[in-house]
């Protein structure tokens, strides 16, 4: 195995690197010729010898100052040049390769979606193109012409301004960009192909105007303005909250159909998977909608925080991960619910990324080890990571946390910048000690909080005794005391708020906790309260305090904190769920307490209180979700549970559910907030009424009367769900109109895989010969295979070890076409640990096969050398 390991601790500056780049596209799909001419400088003046990066090419020639130089020696992945004759400390560097963009499936480097041709060069992508110092901290000036066929590539789009063009009399044309701002090469992009475009504009806050470009496959124009709004509202919102202006005349997103992840955020050419841009009222829900909007600005905003200031290696990528993830975060809670964006991304958080901790990939939000870069855009590094600024934020406040960004961005606008520089910007403009609070770059794991309390009935004194803990994790044993933000309220029974008091006076309601006990001292209580711990989840830890059923109640119905309410009610789910876990594994028979049926029908009948956090309380959490309140997951014990409670919720409510449902009438289809919260609040009843007897017909003329795809898909959901008659023919018909569209087709292909019937499985393999599959296109195999093995517990897990070895047989055809999607599609096959005996065997043995597999890809093997160490 070639796979060698980097370490965050062997960092070294760069003994050269390249000020300006010139690249000469000439495009074909069998084979397109690169000629890169760079103008390299040596930095460190006892440096004679120059590795470049690259692979997968054919190396054509290389020129030094314009001469054929021969002194370098070659290997698979890299070209070292010897420059012990050359004295001068600039020199150009002339390289020509020649690529085959038609066979790369692996979709990294240049690549073909459909006819058109498009890069993917972050992380280590750019080396598949030309030889290179690729590497994050070398920012050079690119100027890049495209040469191609005028009639199949009207468009040839690169970073920066468009400087030159021109037709050739062979019946292609040439366009030349220029970006003014230095990058690095993961920034690179270029497209060529035929577009739909749509076109609009942005006045900036001091007047400038950027052109805004937005290319749709032909005949997609009328998917394209939702995205283009959400862009304007993003780029206002920057320069509103963050002062942060966006720099170029253009700024040009192209949605594509073959793409590796959600999107990439390359200097002022986004391009996008297609799923994050495509939406109509027909082929989009509100989720869809919400997701294009999030992730368009999230692109948006590494404009500053990854492009203007980018990470000077990989180890520090949470640096503009996780803090653009806060941003976009923050963006959709001030532009929707502040509320319900905390509950999903609270829910996301601890269902993936505490898996991950728990796993054999568990590492700190800054990694100190790597062998595939790519295998470290994490939960961990993405969304642990927006915690910890998120934690930054709820110290500093938000006067603090903008001035901190202030500094963070003069210092170090142009440059490649560390996490520490970010932390230590932060610490001097607010002149405040992040020592300890620096740990959480440094350690993985999910802490523990412990809480238990004391109420003094004489003295009028409540005291809340607060140890932590982080259990040790696959990666590292010894873990250290964190500083760790705990917002909290105190309330009487009667669900009032208490100002909290210590000896002194009024305190702040977020504790630092930062020793391993402490124990902190209300006064002025006069009644034993309850309490609300982590308000907002103020910290991406779990928390252990023995709530009783009333207190619950208390919380769910009088906390002011939205997601404390919503916290509450998932507390008392989870303790229905683990009662009967256990029941079912002793054979005995299932229930429901009387109680917490009664909250629902409480929290129901008051929906117009909150009707998004109604939704929101009301969802039954996923199989996959209540996994993870497991050390030991029982697939079938959830899975049977799960059912039983929806049925049981459903037969509890009915008449309710049924109320509430013929309540709410929406005509016209629009995307706003109240909206988006009725047609979800009328989907959660129909996702139980589904259970019921009145099931088959409701569903059907849900389907049959919607006019937009959220309810076309919840009817679906709930059918095959429920397992209801109609939903076969609801599922062809369905196909039958959509057959001809990939991305609509995915939801489909993901319902097929999630269904509960035994016989999922085979129909999950003949649907890998449907028309509308394609191995080829990462969304196809993700809606069909990932969900099946991400999201489909029972089946997956089958105990007779089919879920497994159909995985397996995927991933070795994977490994060599596109590792990355592998590497993706594997992780629930690593986490074996959390299984029974049998299942643990079973799934290591698939490992093992996989392991065999020739040529193993460094991203499949980095997994499975931990997973099996
Ligand atoms: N920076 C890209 C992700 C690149 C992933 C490379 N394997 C998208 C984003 O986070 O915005
Ligand atoms: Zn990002």
New binding site residues.
Partial sequence: MYAKAKYRKDYQTPDFTVTDIYLDFQLEPEKTVVVATSQYQRLNKESTTLRLDGHDFQFSSIKLNGKPFSQYQQDSESLTLDLARVEADQFELEITTILSPAANTSLQGLYQSGEAFCTQC??EGFRQITYMLDRPDVLARYTTKITADKAKYPFLLSNGNRINSGDLEDGRHWVEWNDPFPKPSYLFALVAGDFDVLKDQFITKTGRKVALELYVNRGNLDRADWAMQSLKRAMKWDEERFDLEYDLDIYMIVAVDFF??????NKGLNIFNDKYVLANPQTATDDDYLAIESVIA??YF?NWTGNRVTCRDWFQLSLK?GL?VFRDQEFSSDTGSRPVNRINNVKFLRTVQFAEDAGPMAHPIRPEKVIEM?NF?TVTV?EKGAEVIRMLHTLLGEEGFQKGMKLYIAENDGKAATCEDFVSAMERANDLDLSQFRRWYSQSGTPELTISDRYDEKNHVYQLQVSQLTPPTADQMEKVNLHIPLKIALYDEKGAVQTLYDADGVVDNVLNITQKDQTFEFHNIYTKPVPALLCDFSAPVKLDYDYSTSQLITLLKFAENGFIRWDAAQMLLAAELRRNVTNYQQGQPLDLSAETAAVLYQVLDNHQKDIELTSLILTLPKATEFAELFKTIDPDAISAVREFMAQTIADNLKELLLKTYNQIRLDEYQINRQDIALRKLRNVCLSYLAYSNIGNNLVNKHYTYSNNMTDTLAALTSATQAKLACRDSLLADFEQKWQHDGLVMDKWFALQATRPEDNVLQNVMQLMDHPSFNFNNPNRVRSLIGAFAGQNLKAFHAIDGSGYRFLTDILIKLNKSNP?IASRLIEPLIRFARYDAQRQTLMKRALERISETEDLSRDLFEKIEKALQ
């Fill in positions: 972050e992380a590796n992840m959600g999107a990439m955020e999230h692109e590494h991960e653009t790519n855009y993405y990355q």
